[in-house]
């Protein structure tokens, strides 16, 4: 398209957005546009035709009736953690703003805006003794993380944050505003539990929340043994569900602000929160540090949930393992020396693997262990290959182009069949998003 034109089919979308919404239109060389175009990732650059800033739910419908009409994409970005597709082109539609919490301490639940981050929910929950299926940082949105599956430290207990939604309001690529629970659109409201931001725009989510209060939750490090991983593999399968682990293999740097005994070396850190009896925590660790050798560093207490910061390890290789044999912890030890990659083993199941009956189509649920490593190489994956499923988990992919490596084969072909039914155009496109091949038979979804 020529300059001329695209600059006519600019001034009329925006001036079409700006008489639509009450919420903010910000166009290209505005300093606002500037700041709010970019997510966190810092290596996209997108170009957005126009940024809206949306104040409500009308905003958000005129958002997407605007964007279809002008035939342009429309992107949906909360805090811009999650977002790995440049919206180029496109109108990027801000919920940042729509930030509200409602919570019903007597039946447990939370309903709250599509701009809310967990730290307001952890924030409004914890004076009722409740708490959220948070993740690791509170800065993260709650919907991107839920519609994403979401895996936080109370998961082995609860299960994923997809399967505590209860209600979800969305708004569909026809500018329906529908809300869906398990009587109501099933087939919609089970995709939203897990299969990303594909299928519409959520503009209000209600989930449960859990009596939760204090956890025993930290770190302790352990001098680098294969053994040590081997052991955790055994140790991990037998443990209660109110009690999450991870080990993560890395290199401490040299500076000073770490403990001397850590510095400038390789070690093991356990993860470790449990949300069980505070007084029980180290005697169901104790025959993992009986044969992980001396405590290097103890950073185990008990606190508030909602102050917990678990830290994450950025999830540049990720993979599902059923088991960890000698050769896997091998394999995984010489990445890490030849790389300085961290290696984090985490330990999935309890709740997880046993969600009941139609639950959501986050995760690889039967699989134990996920492998994830920060800074893998080129052959990372070939050499891993043996020891994997193969599998992801959407919250963790970056590459939009492996959406469909983070569902079984049976709930992708679920999902498949709920895209072609409320999104046939696949006008939610930048994202996570199956989509169905041309001949992949049609059936009803609800
Ligand atoms: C520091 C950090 C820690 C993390 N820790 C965890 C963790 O412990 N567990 C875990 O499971 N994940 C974790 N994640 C991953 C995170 O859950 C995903 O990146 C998630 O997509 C972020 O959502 P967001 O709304 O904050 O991001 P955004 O970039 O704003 O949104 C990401 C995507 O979510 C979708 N989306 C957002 N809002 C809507 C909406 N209203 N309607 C429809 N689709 C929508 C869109 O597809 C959008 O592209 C972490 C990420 C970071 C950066």
């Not at 979800?168 to 099933?186: F, I, K």
């Not at 594909?198 to 043994?225: K, M, R, W």
Request: net charge neutral; glycine share 10%.
């Amino acid at each position: 398209m020529n300059r001329i034109a695209t600059n006519a089919r600019q001034s009329t979308l925006d001036g079409d957005l700006r008489r639509r919404v009450t919420g903010t239109v910000h166009t290209p060389g505005s300093a606002a546009y500037e700041a709010l175009r970019r997510p966190l990732r810092a290596d996209l650059d997108p170009r957005p035709s126009v940024v809206v800033e949306a104040a409500n739910v009308a905003d958000i419908r005129s958002s997407l009736l605007a964007a279809r009409q002008h035939g342009v994409p429309l992107a949906v970005q909360a805090t811009g953690h999650g977002t790995h597709v440049a919206a180029d082109d496109a109108v990027l539609l801000k919920t940042t703003g729509m930030t509200s919490v409602l919570v019903d301490p007597a039946r447990r639940i939370a309903r709250v805006g599509p701009g809310t981050r967990w730290s307001e929910v952890l924030t409004a929950a914890a004076p009722f003794g409740l708490a959220p299926l948070s993740g690791s940082s509170p800065t993260v949105g709650v919907t991107g993380y839920t519609l994403g599956g979401g895996v936080g430290w109370l998961a082995r207990r609860f299960g994923f944050a997809s399967d505590s939604v209860v209600r979800a309001q969305v708004l569909t690529a026809d500018g329906r505003l529908l809300t869906t629970g398990p009587d109501q659109y099933p087939d919609l409201f089970w995709a939203l539990r897990g299969g990303g931001g594909g299928f519409g725009i959520v503009t209000s989510l209600e989930f449960q929340l859990y009596p939760v209060d204090q956890v025993t939750a930290g770190f302790l490090y352990v001098p680098l043994s294969g053994e040590t991983i081997a052991c955790y593999e055994t140790w991990a399968s037998t443990l209660p569900d109110e009690l999450s682990t991870a080990l993560v293999v890395r290199r401490m740097p040299a500076t000073d602000d770490v403990p001397a005994a850590l510095r400038d070396r390789s070690v093991i850190m356990l993860k470790v929160l449990h949300s069980g009896d505070p007084a029980q925590t180290r005697c169901l660790l104790a025959p993992m540090l009986a044969a992980a050798g001396p405590v290097l560093h103890d950073e185990l207490r008990v606190l508030p949930y909602a102050q917990a910061a678990m830290g994450g390890t950025a999830a540049r290789h990720l993979d599902f393992f059923p088991a960890l044999p000698s050769a896997a912890i091998d394999e995984l030890l010489a990445v890490h020396h030849a790389t300085g990659s961290t290696v984090e083993i985490r330990h999935w199941g309890g709740a997880m693997a046993d969600p009941g009956p139609d639950a959501g189509p986050a995760g690889h649920r039967e699989a134990p262990f996920s492998v994830i490593l920060d800074t893998p190489q080129p052959d990372t994956a070939a050499r891993l290959a043996a020891y994997g499923i193969g599998g992801t988990f959407l919250n963790f992919l970056a590459d939009t182009g492996r959406t469909a490596t983070a569902f079984s084969a049976e709930n992708l072909r679920r999902l498949r069949d709920v895209k072609r039914f409320y999104d046939p155009e696949n006008f939610f496109r930048l994202g996570h998003t199956v989509t169905a091949p041309a001949d992949h038979p049609l059936r009803r979804a609800a």
